[in-house]
């Protein structure tokens, strides 16, 4: 059983950063694939980025450019660092993970970009 921890979400004025990180109760090596998903109230939650163990990482078109996935392995922690956010980036964001074909989520940290 996997455990997930986010932390770093809070409110930032647009065109601000922050960065997100989601502490691993294993080592992340092990993950088939590692990621996150953000949710706004009334919609579905949504890829944001994923990056896999076959050495591939996808980001939505909306944070290209903007968003960074990366990992730390000696640290078991997978960061997010999200550089000139916009007000739509605001949502609660989860960190996930597949391991043996299990899926896993953490509980989320809420991002609120608003001047």
């Known amino acids: 059983q996997v455990q997930l921890v986010e932390s770093g979400g809070g409110l930032v004025q647009p065109g601000g950063s922050l960065r997100l990180s989601c502490a691993a109760s294993?080592?992340?090596?092990?993950?088939?694939?590692v990621g996150w998903y953000r949710q706004t109230p009334g919609q579905r939650r949504e890829l944001v980025t994923l990056?896999?163990?076959?050495?591939?990482?996808t980001y939505a078109d909306s944070v290209k450019g903007r968003f960074t996935i990366s990992g730390d392995n000696a640290k078991n922690t997978v960061s997010l660092q999200m550089n000139s956010l916009k007000p739509e980036d605001t949502g609660l964001y989860y960190c996930?993970?597949?391991?043996?074909?299990?899926?896993?989520w953490g509980q989320g940290t809420q991002v609120t970009v608003s001047s």
């Open positions: 996930y993970c597949n391991q043996y074909g299990r899926d896993y």
């Open positions: 990056s896999t163990n076959a050495g591939t990482t």
């Open positions: 294993e080592d992340i090596f092990r993950f088939g694939a």
